[in-house]
């Protein structure tokens, strides 16, 4: 078992997309402890700051940070930023990412490229920036936010799950690459989870979704993020590589 130098509390969770839904609880989740905690958000500046505010009142030292994952630039603009401030994460959670809902065949290559840049190419270009660190200082924990239909496929989002299910190959082949150097790899696959992701779809065919699930309803966003908290614990030092799904018994 590698320990860090710092005890848990004292160190610093780097979280993409935490403005709102999962990220935001994960933000929360981790402030419940006092933690260092990173929010980064692409616009949603106002409700990245709500975030910050209520993880400070619980103890924590917060800092914002804004970048187009997309851009190898604006992350490693945030990188120096973060270097400056003596934030240097030890724990990170790719959880930025888009849906679209809709036939394969009306999807437009522009998105199909948006989503695969955001979902995808996000992740690795913020693990390869945040990852050196945590190499050098033999621990670290990066933990990705995949989904349910990147391990089930789901009809209608072809696009999504195929992003998805490429998050879960990263995962598994960083895990093994990184294991010698005290770094765990793991992936958090949701369910359905009762978020803002879920507002195009009507009563109706809620209901229907949660009459398919044996535990009849959707996942709260605390409820996942108490699973990524776990991973990120000391003592899951010897869980890496794993997609971990979440989904109230949905697939098994």
């Known amino acids: 078992m590698t320990n860090h130098p710092k005890p848990f509390t004292e160190q610093t969770v780097l979280i993409t997309g935490a403005s709102r839904g999962i990220g935001a609880a994960i ?36 800092l914002t940070v804004t970048a187009d994952l997309r851009s190898l630039e604006q992350i490693e603009r945030m990188r120096e930023k973060l270097e400056h401030h003596g934030m240097i994460p030890d724990i990170l959670v790719n959880n ?25 190419k996000g992740t690795f270009l913020m693990t390869q920036q945040f990852m050196k ?3 050098s200082q033999k621990y670290g924990r990066i933990i990705n936010v995949s989904s349910i239909w990147g391990i089930a496929g789901a009809s209608c989002e072809v696009a999504y799950s195929t992003a998805k299910g490429g ?13 010698p150097s005290g770094v765990t790899v ?15 779809f009507d009563q109706q065919e809620k209901a229907a979704i949660e009459n398919e699930i044996p535990l009849g309803r959707f996942a709260q966003p605390d409820e996942i993020a108490s699973l990524v908290y776990f991973l990120a614990l000391p003592e899951s030092s010897y869980i890496t590589g794993q997609i971990i799904s979440p989904n109230g018994g949905f697939l098994t």
Request: proline share 2%.
């Open 27 to 62: 933000a929360h989740r981790f402030a419940s402890v006092g933690m260092n905690i990173i929010i980064h958000y692409l616009q949603s500046h106002e409700a990245a700051n709500e975030i910050a505010r209520s993880c400070m009142k619980q103890g924590s030292r917060v």
């Open 96 to 120: 930025a990412g888009i849906a679209h809902y809709g036939l394969l065949s009306d999807m437009t290559e522009a998105q199909w490229d948006e989503l695969m840049s955001i979902n995808l």
């Open 133 to 135: 660190p945590m190499i």
């Open 167 to 179: 998050i879960n190959a990263f995962t598994k082949a960083l895990a093994k690459e990184l294991a």
């Open 186 to 200: 793991n992936a958090v696959a949701p369910g359905v989870v009762d978020t803002a992701m879920m507002a195009g």
